[in-house]
């Protein structure tokens, strides 16, 4: 055990090799191969993955979460424009199915929840939870105002894999609102993220 620890340094969920700087383990990649009981995915396809956070910070929280490792919003580039396109998609169309639903006093969202299966949504690669009710996908995406779209950039995130939080406003409490208060520098909104995948000079 000892030996294991001298080789291998831990920061923000990842098992790092020390002499070679090489991902060892990391536990959104366990998460995203639905290898994690305790947070079960609500959907799946081949680029991307949806769970609920140990820690919601709104009544509906989702992490959308890339099945490529990618460290942070630092190393993206123009090559992930059409992961980050595909993962805002996701993320709106959940939260607008989920936001029917989810988020009311009789339906509240709590830490690491399961996905519900007393109604139907889309859950891309997944299994239908019900079998006797018919999936439903929102083909609509435009995006509802009270949705918020953002990362936190490093060193202020919490995973070293990229994730994108999708929020339906208002937050639990105040503490959770500054978390991701746009006035602050830890926050990242989607549409800065993805803008400044066009100019390379541009800091995230």
Not at 121 to 145: A, C, H, M, Q, W
Request: with cysteine; proline share 7%.
């Amino acid at each position: 055990m000892g030996g294991e620890h001298s080789t291998t340094r831990h920061k923000k969920g990842v098992v790092y090799s020390k002499k070679t700087g090489e991902i060892v383990e990391c536990l959104f990649c366990r998460i995203v191969r639905g290898e994690s009981p305790a947070n079960q995915l609500w959907y799946a396809d081949d680029r991307c993955a949806v769970f609920i956070p140990r820690g919601p910070v709104a009544q509906l929280h989702l992490l959308v979460v890339p099945l490529e490792h990618i460290q942070n919003i630092s190393t993206l580039n123009e090559e992930h424009r059409s992961l980050l396109e595909h993962m805002r998609k996701v993320a709106i169309e959940q939260l607008r199915v989920h936001s029917q639903y989810i988020g009311s006093a009789e339906s509240p969202l709590v830490p690491l929840a399961p996905p519900p299966s007393h109604y139907a949504f889309n859950r891309g690669n997944l299994s239908i939870l019900n079998p006797d009710i018919v999936s439903y996908k929102d083909e609509e995406t435009s995006r509802d105002s009270s949705f918020d779209l953002c990362f936190h950039r490093p060193p202020y995130n919490s995973i070293d894999h990229l994730h994108l939080h999708a929020i339906q406003v208002p937050f639990r409490n105040l503490g959770n609102h500054l978390m991701f208060a746009k006035v602050f520098r830890w926050h990242a909104s989607f549409d800065s993220v993805l803008h400044s995948l066009a100019s390379p000079k541009a800091k995230l």
